[in-house]
């Protein structure tokens, strides 16, 4: 019970992030705003699990500066896509990372997807039109990058699995936030003019967003995913979009049409087709069957 609820309080708070980093990203400009975020977050986890630094080397290193890059140019394009379209949009596109990362698999370690994984592309492509596109077919600029986002972070997880396999994923995580908050304080500093007012508010939602929606929520999924069928943890986890709506039309004030409604049933269909299988349709129709 208690994993399952660390990966339902993880989506959770994912959920909830989208339109937090809406309005705070209105005052921190995307790639200061990312390295606030990576560096707290980074900071945090370093002094929680400081002993486990001792274990670092140069392959934990660069390693870790690959996926990093990875998270650095999936959070970000997220975050430049959130200034232009509205954080329910925001994170069901992000969600498309999910049916992308089987093809991503395919093209680098030449494991062909199955049927399932087909069908979710399909099913996900046609939610993806529903939602982003617009009368003359044309795609906002908001919505292509977070599209671009979602494709990143497949790339992300591609990498995690191919670098990190053997190796402690605290650390990794740890040090790929590291890698990511010096990329982004790059950018900031060379295209971006630091803030010079903001409200309390903002700075609230700034370490929201460091601490909770990146630190403690990684760190739920961990726990979450060690002790929970991997099947079950991907529907909890796959719940963050749905609250990322849910969120951003009672404090944001997004308005849902049918069309986007269907969108959005779509890409989540997609999402779990690719994610479970349908093996809880199975498990279902067996148990039903020896009653």
């Not at 992030?17 to 980074?42: E, Q």
């Not at 498309?96 to 199955?114: E, H, K, N």
């Not at 795609?139 to 671009?148: M, P, R, S, V």
Request: with cysteine; aromatic share 16%; net charge positive.
């Amino acid at each position: 019970m208690l994993p399952k609820l660390a990966l339902f309080m993880a989506a959770f708070i994912w959920g909830s992030s989208f339109f937090i980093m809406k309005d705070t990203v209105d005052v921190f400009p995307p790639y200061i705003l990312l390295g606030f975020r990576f560096t707290i977050a980074s900071i945090l986890l370093s002094v929680v699990f400081f002993k486990k630094l001792r274990q670092i080397n140069l392959d934990y290193i660069w390693r870790s500066g690959v996926i990093g890059l990875f998270l650095f140019l999936g959070y970000s394009t997220q975050t430049i896509g959130i200034t232009e379209t509205t954080p329910g949009k925001n994170a069901f596109l992000t969600a498309i990372y999910c049916v992308i990362v089987p093809f991503l698999f395919w093209a680098v370690d030449r494991s062909r997807p199955d049927i399932y994984n087909f069908m979710a592309a399909i099913v996900c492509i046609s939610g993806i039109g529903l939602v982003s596109l617009k009368g003359d077919l044309s795609i906002g600029f908001g919505d292509a990058f977070t599209l671009l986002g979602g494709f990143l972070y497949a790339g992300h997880l591609v990498a995690v699995a191919k670098l990190g396999k053997g190796k402690d994923p605290i650390i990794i995580t740890i040090l790929q936030f590291g890698f990511a908050a010096l990329l982004s304080w790059g950018m900031g500093v060379t295209f971006e003019k630091f803030p010079t007012q903001w409200e309390t508010g903002n700075i609230i939602g700034l370490l929201y967003l460091a601490v909770f929606a990146t630190a403690v929520a990684l760190l739920f999924q961990n726990i979450g995913q060690k002790w929970t069928h991997p099947s079950a943890a991907a529907i909890i986890l796959s719940l963050e979009s749905v609250f990322g709506v849910m969120f951003s039309v009672m404090f944001y004030g997004e308005q849902l049409t049918l069309r986007l409604l269907i969108g959005f049933v779509l890409i989540f269909a997609a999402v779990i087709i690719s994610e479970t299988k349908l093996s809880f349709i199975r498990d279902i129709k067996k148990r039903a069957s020896n009653v």
